[in-house]
């Protein structure tokens, strides 16, 4: 059963679509097997409408030098795009990136934006650095068209040194109809849902450690990623999982293979997992991992509409998981 158990992973693989350029990709989204958009370094966003046969690379306009480091995209022609700082900017495009509209700015000293999640196409959640030791965090009902933040008092409490890790728009996710979860890293590491603020038994104390990346299955079962992405190769506390919606948490027998920036379900006992590092797949909700590929990537993310997996990096890095 072990043979068999190792010879399926093994037969999994990593083909890369497109590469070779002087890009950063961190946001990934993919609509259905066909359609994906990426966005990264350098004001650059990427569409395939073919599956990743062919990307059209893109510069937004004014914005040569803004790190988009997520995107959320709904079709072949709408996505929105989220620049991190200097100002923090939300754009949208409706058609396939000809145009894009400035749909929210924060020229705040400080303002860092990390990550944004929709429920569906109308409602979504976008999360920030804390400023004055609040966590900033906006909320849209219009598609992407106006955000607001929270009321002052609603704003969560961060402790000093902690905050969230632009690094693969996956720190915040939907939990249920218009409930989401977020995590934090640095020199603490937490599970904030709803009023709760739960400790995570992950790695933390320094700026370059805590949790990264949390993927849902449902209220009650998720697991989370991180590490010290200034030790990428260590394993230590860089994985745990929850079956009982956080109020118990457990490590991998057998961790991923060194820091991970973004973890997926691919079914409720499949998932993937990437980082700087390689490449990671458990098939049995996370309690083993075994790498598949020692390319890096910063983002990894399932189809909304469908089966295709892809994955995003560095040097404009774009590929897809091949299933035996």
Request: hydrophobic letters at 35%.
């Given at each position: 059963m072990l043979a068999v158990y190792s010879l399926?992973?093994?037969?999994?693989?990593?083909?890369?679509?497109?590469?070779?350029?002087?890009?950063?990709?961190?946001?990934?989204?993919?609509?259905?097997?066909?359609?994906?958009?990426?966005?990264?370094?350098?004001?650059?966003?990427?569409?395939?409408?073919?599956?990743?046969?062919?990307?059209?690379?893109?510069?937004?306009?004014?914005?040569?030098?803004?790190?988009?480091?997520?995107?959320?995209?709904?079709?072949?022609?709408?996505?929105?795009?989220?620049?991190?700082?200097t100002p923090a900017v939300i754009l949208k495009t409706t058609d396939a990136g000809k145009t894009w509209k400035k749909v929210y700015e924060d020229k705040r000293p400080g303002m860092f934006l990390d990550a944004m999640e929709f429920w569906n196409e109308m409602s979504g959640i976008v999360i920030g650095d804390p400023i004055d030791g609040k966590i900033f965090i906006a909320r849209?009902?219009?598609?992407?068209?106006?955000?607001?933040?929270?009321?002052?008092?609603?704003?969560?409490?961060?402790e000093k040194g902690e905050a969230m890790f632009a690094s693969s728009g996956t720190n915040v996710r939907k939990l249920a109809k218009d409930e989401a979860c977020f995590i934090t890293g640095g020199t603490r590491s937490r599970l904030f849902i709803r009023d709760q603020k739960i400790d995570l038994p992950i790695l933390q104390g320094k700026e370059s450690t805590g949790a990264n990346s949390i993927a849902v299955w449902d209220k009650k079962t998720f697991v989370i990623v991180g590490g010290d992405f200034s030790n990428a190769t260590s394993t230590e506390k860089n994985c745990v999982l929850s079956k009982d919606g956080g109020k118990?948490?457990?490590?991998?027998?057998?961790?991923?293979?060194?820091?991970?920036?973004?973890?997926?379900?691919?079914?409720?006992?499949?998932?993937i997992t990437?980082?700087?590092?390689?490449?990671?797949?458990?098939?049995?909700?996370?309690?083993?991992?075994?790498?598949?590929?020692?390319?890096?990537?910063?983002?990894?993310?399932?189809?909304?509409?469908?089966?295709?997996?892809?994955?995003?990096?560095?040097?404009?890095?774009?590929?897809?998981?091949?299933?035996p």
């Open positions: 399926q992973l093994s037969a999994q693989s990593i083909q890369i679509l497109d590469s070779n350029k002087t890009v950063s990709i961190r946001g990934l989204s993919v609509v259905n097997d066909n359609i994906v958009w990426a966005s990264g370094s350098n004001g650059t966003v990427a569409l395939s409408t073919n599956g990743g046969k062919t990307f059209s690379w893109m510069n937004v306009p004014g914005y040569q030098k803004t790190d988009f480091r997520d995107i959320e995209a709904f079709d072949a022609k709408t996505a929105i795009i989220m620049g991190i700082d849209t009902f219009d598609a992407g068209e106006h955000w607001r933040g929270l009321p002052d008092a609603y704003y969560p409490t961060a118990t948490f457990v490590a991998p027998t057998t961790p991923p293979f060194g820091y991970r920036s973004c973890v997926e379900y691919m079914s409720k006992s499949k998932l990437c980082g700087i590092t390689g490449v990671d797949v458990s098939e049995d909700g996370g309690m083993n991992w075994s790498n598949i590929s020692t390319t890096g990537f910063h983002v990894v993310r399932k189809a909304k509409k469908g089966k295709a997996v892809y994955l995003a990096g560095s040097r404009g890095r774009i590929a897809v998981l091949r299933l």
